[in-house]
RNA sequence: CGGGAUGUAGCGCAGUCUGGUAGCGCACCUGAAUGGGGUUCAGGGGGUCGGAAGUUCAAAUCUUCUCAUCCCGACCA
C-alpha cells in the first residue's frame, strides 16, 4: 500500500475525550474514529488489526475441531423469553419493535440462537461433540462505554459454543478450548495470564479469564513468581490462617477519642493493625451486614456476594451504618451489635483483638471471637495481598493488572434446559446437551496489545498484529535514484508476501518519521541521501530502535528473514 | 443510575468572571524556498460559539431548561 492513497489520518494532538493510552494512539495513528459513545469506525489500519487477529482466532479455533458460522445480529424476543433472559438481561440488551410490533433485539450473546439452531439440527449423541463459533459485532448497551475500544457498546468478538454428550465429553472440550486459546495469544505476541475467574453460582474450576498483563488494566491479578498459579483478585483463595495460641485476656474497654481510622486507633493504644479487627458494614440486597476483617486487609466484595448468596453487595455509608447500627462509623464492633455479622478467616485465628466499643469514642481490647461475640459465618472473604503465599505453592505471588481478552465457561446444561435442546443417548434416552461458551474481544485485544505495547512515540506493535510488517520511508520523492530504489524495494518485498506501506508522500522527513513511529510498524527501512551517496539504507526495529545500514540487497534480505522467523517461532 | 467535569473551525485551546458584533496554534488550500526527527515565509478558505427559551438596545459571555461527551463507582469480551 502507499501512503499516499491511504486513508490514514494521523493527529499531532491527542483528542481531550481520549484518556487511556490505546484509546490515544488509536485516535492519533489514525486507527478508529468515533461516531457516538461507545462506537466506532474502524479506518483502514485498525481493520487491518483486528482481522490479524480475527485469522488467529480463526486458524487456532478450527485446529481446534471448531466450526465457523455467522449468526443473526437481530434476535427474536421469543428466544429471549424461551430462556428466560428477556426478563434478566436487563437494559444491557438493546430491544426495538420492527414494523409488525414485533419485539426483538440486538444480539449481546448468542446462546439462545446457538441452542436453538443445535435443538432443530442435532438429535443424536453420533454427532456430539459439536463446537461452532463466529467472529461478529455484538452491541451491549453499556452503562458506561470507555476507555476507546476497550469497552465498547459495539464490539468485534468471537463467540463460540460447545455441545458435548456427556460431563467428560465437555470437561475435554473446555479442556481443548484453553489450550486453543493458550496458542491464540500467544500467537498475538503478547504477555498474557490464564487465571481462575469467579464461576457464580455454577462453581468449580471450569471458568478462567485471559488477562493481557498492562499496567493500565482494569483488573487486578494475583500471580504466582513460582508456580502457574494466577487467579483474579475476586477469586483468589487466601489459605487458612495459622491460629494464635495465646492465653485469652479478660475484655477491656478504652477510651479512644476521635480515633476512628485504624491507623489512628492503632497508634494511639500502641498495637499493630494485626491485632486490630474492623467492622465493615455492607448492604447486601438492602439488609446490613456486618463484616469482620483484620485492620490490615480489606473486605472482597466478590467474595462477600458469594458467602451470602446476594446480587449485589454495598458498601454502606456513615449515615446508612448509624441508621442501621446506632453507632456513629468508626467506632462499630461485633458485641452486642443488631445486625447480621460473618468474619473473615483471619479474624478466627487472632487473639485478644481489638475492636470498636459500639459507642462513640471507645473500643475494647483483648476481644476474642467465640468467646465474646458470636457470628453467623466465618469464610475467605478478604482480598489477597502480596504478603499472603500462594495457595498452590506457598510461594511467594504478586499482584498485576491485567485487561480480559478472553474468557471460557463451562455452562452445563442450564440453557439447555431452559430451551429443552436435547439428543438422545446410546440408551435412546433423551438427554441435555452439556454446554460450554468460549469468547474473545477481538478488538479489545487489539486495544490491550496498545496497552501493553507502547512508548513515548506511539504504537509499538507486536509483529502479528501489526496493520503492515515493513513501512518503507522514500526520505526525498523528487530525487529519482532514491525513489527508484524506494519503490525496487516495495515491489520486492512484495514478492516475499511482506506485507508492506510505502511512504511516498511529499514530506519532510522528520513527519515521516514520527508517523512511523506513531502507528507502529515494526520494521522500517529508510532511503535517503546516505543512499544516494553511500548507496546503504538503514533498517529499524520499532520496539528496540536497533539500526543496521545495509546494502539493498542484504536489506531485503535481512526484512523478510527476520519476518519469517520471527513468525515461525511464534507459531510453533 | 449516583458523584465530578467539559462543550467556541477537523484537532488542541484562549475569550465567559466584568455583555459591545469571535481569536490563537496545528491541520487544510495557493505560491515559493527547504529536504535525515512534526522546516520556513507569504497569501487564503473554513465557525448555527452543543441546542432551545428567556433577560437586554446588544448574549459565546447572564438565567432556565435540554442534549452530548469524558472521568470515578456497580457490570463485562
Known amino acids: 500500500m502507499r501512503y499516499s492513497e491511504l486513508l490514514l489520518p494521523t493527529l499531532k494532538e491527542t483528542p481531550t475525550e481520549a484518556e487511556v493510552v490505546s484509546h490515544r494512539l488509536l485516535l492519533r495513528a489514525g486507527f478508529i474514529r468515533k461516531l457516538s459513545s461507545g462506537v466506532y469506525t474502524y479506518l483502514p489500519l485498525g481493520l487491518a488489526s483486528v482481522r490479524k487477529v480475527e485469522q488467529i482466532v480463526r486458524e ?26 428477556w426478563e434478566k438481561y436487563g437494559p444491557e440488551l438493546l430491544r426495538f419493535t420492527d414494523r409488525h410490533n414485533r419485539e426483538s433485539c440486538l444480539g449481546p450473546t448468542h446462546e439462545e440462537v446457538i ?39 459495539e464490539f468485534i468478538m468471537k463467540d463460540g459454543y460447545s455441545f458435548d454428550a456427556t460431563e467428560e465429553g465437555a470437561e475435554a472440550t473446555y479442556q481443548k478450548m484453553y489450550d486453543a486459546y493458550q496458542r491464540i495469544f500467544k500467537r498475538c505476541g503478547l504477555s498474557f495470564r490464564a487465571v481462575e475467574a469467579d464461576t457464580g453460582t455454577i462453581g468449580g474450576s471450569f471458568s478462567h479469564e485471559f488477562m493481557v498483563l498492562a499496567d493500565t488494566g482494569e483488573d487486578t491479578l494475583a500471580i504466582c513468581k513460582h508456580c502457574d498459579y494466577a487467579a483474579n483478585m475476586e477469586k483468589a483463595t487466601v489459605k487458612q490462617p495459622v491460629s494464635l495460641d495465646r492465653e485469652l485476656l479478660p475484655l477491656q474497654k478504652v477510651e479512644t477519642p476521635g480515633k476512628r481510622k485504624v491507623g489512628a486507633v492503632c497508634e494511639f493504644l500502641g498495637i499493630s493493625p494485626e491485632e486490630l479487627v474492623k467492622t465493615m458494614v455492607y448492604l447486601a440486597d438492602g439488609d446490613p451486614v456486618a463484616v469482620l476483617v483484620r485492620g490490615d486487609h480489606e473486605v472482597q466484595p466478590v467474595k ?34 443488631n445486625i447480621k455479622i460473618v468474619a473473615d478467616l483471619e479474624v478466627e485465628g487472632i487473639k485478644n483483638f481489638t475492636i470498636g466499643a459500639n459507642e462513640k469514642n471507645y473500643h475494647v481490647q483483648n476481644t476474642n471471637l467465640g468467646r465474646d461475640f458470636k457470628v453467623s459465618q466465618v469464610g475467605d472473604l478478604r482480598q489477597i495481598t502480596e504478603d499472603d503465599p500462594c495457595p498452590d505453592c506457598g510461594g511467594d505471588l504478586e ?34 446437551f452439556i454446554m460450554g461458551c468460549y469468547g474473545i474481544g477481538v478488538s479489545r485485544t487489539v486495544a490491550a496489545a496498545i496497552e501493553q505495547n507502547h512508548d513515548e512515540n506511539g504504537i509499538v506493535f507486536p509483529l502479528p498484529l501489526a496493520p503492515f510488517q515493513v513501512i518503507i520511508l522514500n526520505l526525498d520523492p523528487k ?94
Open 60 to 85: 487456532e479455533m478450527n485446529r481446534a475441531g471448531a466450526q465457523e458460522l455467522l449468526m443473526p445480529m437481530v434476535q427474536p424476543a421469543d428466544l429471549w423469553k424461551e430462556s428466560g433472559r
Open 115 to 153: 441452542t436453538d439452531l443445535v435443538r432443530r439440527e442435532i438429535h443424536s449423541y453420533r454427532d456430539l461433540p459439536i463446537n461452532l463459533y463466529q467472529i461478529q459485532t455484538k452491541f451491549r448497551d453499556e452503562i458506561r462505554p470507555r476507555f476507546g475500544l476497550m469497552r465498547g457498546r
Open 399 to 432: 499482584l498485576t493488572r491485567g485487561i480480559e481478552v478472553g474468557h471460557i465457561f463451562k455452562l452445563g446444561d442450564s440453557y439447555s434446559k431452559a430451551l429443552q435442546a436435547t439428543f438422545q443417548d446410546s440408551n435412546s434416552e433423551e438427554q441435555n
Open 304 to 337: 462477600l456476594k458469594n458467602m451470602l448468596g446476594a446480587v449485589e453487595v454495598e458498601l454502606a455509608d456513615d449515615k446508612q451504618v448509624f441508621e442501621t447500627t446506632g453507632v456513629p462509623s468508626g467506632y462499630l464492633g461485633p458485641i452486642n451489635l
Open 479 to 572: 530525487n529519482e535514484q532514491i525513489t527508484g530504489a524506494a519503490e525496487s524495494f516495495y515491489n520486492q518485498l512484495q514478492q516475499e508476501s511482506i506485507e508492506v506501506l510505502l511512504d511516498d508522500r511529499d514530506e519532510r522527513p522528520g513527519v515521516k518519521f514520527k508517523d512511523a513511529d506513531l502507528i507502529g510498524i515494526p520494521y522500517r527501512i529508510t532511503i535517503g541521501k546516505r543512499f544516494a551517496k553511500e548507496g546503504e539504507v538503514e533498517v529499524r526495529m520499532r520496539k528496540d530502535g536497533l539500526i543496521k545500514s545495509l546494502s539493498p540487497d542484504e536489506a531485503v534480505a535481512e526484512v523478510v528473514n527476520t519476518i519469517r522467523a520471527e513468525i515461525k517461532a511464534i507459531r510453533d
